[in-house]
């Protein structure tokens, strides 16, 4: 069942502007020229820059703002086989480094990967804690919150550049990566309905999206100055 617009409204709202941010559990602010404060086991660890997603770990731990993007072109020809955490953490990486327009690409793709591996779980075959699909689940939804206070903050400040990154996104998400072979310890549903899932996914996450921030975009802008986010992330 599709959320309600509404709730979609608002959790864009809370991406873009910070309102709802003063609640409980909200991290420390991240210190100038520092990582951004992340942790999400195993995969990422901000302090020492500890990174394990596979072949790019070692390269996307030990770049600096110039190496990174060597690291991310080859990233790039090779993005139909890279799962959801990897993305991730470029993204991660690109921001911490300076790149953020090309964080937010990252993240946004990393996002609609994951956000169409949770589509196409088998739910009853997803276990419980320990359980690769639901870990990996985990996983994701904390990489969402955590990362995307920092890139979403920075990206809805830009949003022409924000609705073409995001279109982008939608048209490269057509292509559907082969699942079953990044993650062949989890069980999908029939892949012959991945298609339809992905088309659904694609109308009510980034289409939705980009229709909400044309329609508020004044909207938007009004509540980010008002919460002093403008130049903060």
């Known amino acids: 069942m599709k959320a309600p617009r509404f709730f979609f409204g608002f959790v864009i709202l809370v991406w873009a502007t910070g309102i709802g941010m003063g609640m409980s559990g909200q991290k420390k602010k991240k210190p100038a020229k520092a990582p951004i404060p992340i942790y999400v086991t195993p995969y990422y660890d901000s302090e020492g820059i500890k990174i394990d997603v596979g072949k790019f770990s070692q390269t996307l731990a ?53 956000g169409v591996f949770r589509s196409i779980l088998d739910r009853q075959k997803m276990g419980g804690i320990g359980a690769p699909a639901f870990e990996l689940r985990q996983a994701y939804a904390a990489f969402n919150q955590l990362a995307g206070e920092y890139i979403n903050g920075y990206a809805f400040g830009e949003l022409d550049k924000l609705e073409k990154t995001l279109a982008k996104v939608r048209e490269e998400g057509k292509a559907i990566p082969k699942y079953t072979v990044l993650y062949p310890r989890v069980k999908f549903i029939d892949s012959k309905t991945w298609q339809e899932t992905n088309a659904k996914y694609a109308d009510g996450n980034i289409t939705g999206m980009i229709q909400y921030i044309r329609k508020n975009a004044a909207l938007i802008k009004e509540l980010r100055k008002k919460n002093g986010l403008d130049g903060k992330y």
């Open 62 to 114: 030990k770049a600096d703002s110039k190496s990174i993007l060597g690291v991310i072109a080859e990233m790039q020809k090779q993005r139909e086989k890279l799962r959801a955490e990897v993305a991730y953490v470029a993204a991660i990486r690109l921001y911490d480094l300076g790149h953020k327009d090309e964080a937010v690409y990252w993240f946004y793709t990393a996002q609609y990967r994951a």
